[in-house]
């Protein structure tokens, strides 16, 4: 579909073979660190090497708006959006707090806040003012949704040219929820919007309800195709959504890991998987968030997180959380000792 997807190899599954036999010689019993050895594997698989490095890690927060946060799908009105990109700049957003704790490189993009925003430090790359509001319009152009994939890309390769070794996604929009629940609806062909769609930023169950009808109503109005990726995300996706793309292909093009957050931005990666399938390779899915439609987004890849921490804040604050115990995984790679170099017999380890 995307030029790019053809540049984006499988996972190298032989270097993968290699890494599972040595992780055999290490002194511990075979798959004792359970899911730490299988993700050590994946990273080899990832980047080819039988001795993958994870570190430095590089966070990217896509900021934008959504045109149907105006039919009441959210607890915070839609300035929020503009209101925590300050404080992301400022430093005093969760993600700040956690990027600095992993010393994670850290970019805040605006690929479609509504609202000018000129600070140093931000990244802007505004494809438009927020997206139509989807219960009346189309959420953008399909031309606008290549151009959002484009800036993602950009972003990524910028900031894995700056060294960055495991690349961690995260968002700022209100109600993306909203779009994130109406593409999952539409690619699981899902009616039962209860099974979808969650509290997002903790609206009452009376805005639960209106929240799905509004879902439901806007997917009947805009009819898109299950089967074209693009037309969905152009017709019900938003901006960050497509940026989170871009950064996929362009981490999965230079073998970079991926180290998914959480119901949005899993979305995304379920919409890049849709475009090409080898991305699914490269996805590290770092948590479970309470959101109840992540659930069903984890099941369509096939792919387990890190951690469940109840987490429902997005802005990468699940994958930044998650991200030490893949640094964990590639150092037990690197630094622990094999059987014949410990002195220690194999008969002993039980």
Do not use: W
């Not at 600070?119 to 031309?143: C, H, Q, W």
Request: proline letters at 4%.
């Amino acid at each position: 579909m995307l030029k790019i997807c053809e540049k984006i190899q499988p996972v190298d599954k032989n270097i993968g073979n290699e890494v599972r036999a040595y992780l055999d010689t290490l002194t511990k019993p075979i798959g004792s660190l359970g899911m730490v050895e299988e993700l050590a594997i994946q990273l080899g698989e990832i980047t080819s090497s039988r001795f993958p490095t994870v570190s430095p890690p590089g966070v990217i927060v896509f900021a934008a708006d959504h045109g149907v946060a105006g039919e009441g799908v959210s607890a915070y009105p839609q300035e929020v959006t503009v209101q925590m990109v300050h404080n992301f700049l400022n430093g005093g957003a969760a993600i700040n707090v956690l990027a600095k704790q992993i010393e994670a490189k850290l970019d805040i993009v605006d690929i479609g806040v509504a609202g000018e925003i000129a600070r140093e430090g931000l990244i802007s790359r505004k494809v438009r003012y927020g997206t139509g509001n989807f219960l009346k319009e189309d959420a953008m152009s399909p031309d606008e949704a290549l151009e959002a994939i484009q800036v993602g890309m950009d972003v990524a390769n910028d900031m894995i040219q700056r060294g960055a070794k495991c690349l961690l996604l995260g968002e700022m929009g209100i109600g993306n929820t909203t779009s994130s629940s109406a593409i999952l609806s539409v690619l699981l062909g899902e009616n039962n919007l209860e099974r979808i769609v969650g509290t997002g930023t903790g609206i009452s169950v009376q805005q639960i309800k209106h929240k799905q009808q509004v879902i439901k109503q806007a997917i009947e109005n805009r009819h898109p195709d299950p089967g074209d990726p693009l037309d969905i995300l152009s017709k019900l996706g938003g901006l960050e959504i497509a940026g989170m793309i871009g950064a996929i292909f362009a981490a999965a093009e230079k073998r970079i890991p991926i180290l998914i957050d959480g119901f949005i931005s899993t979305v995304s990666a379920v919409l890049a998987v849709e475009m090409c399938q080898h991305i699914r390779g490269y996805l590290i899915i770092g948590h479970q968030s309470k959101e109840i439609g992540h659930r069903r987004a984890l099941e369509l890849l096939k792919k387990r997180p890190l951690l469940d921490l109840e987490l429902r804040l997005g802005e990468g604050s699940g994958a930044a959380l998650a991200y030490p115990i893949v640094e964990a995984s590639a150092r037990i790679l690197k630094n622990m000792a094999t059987f014949s170099a410990a002195g220690v017999s194999e008969s002993t380890i039980s």
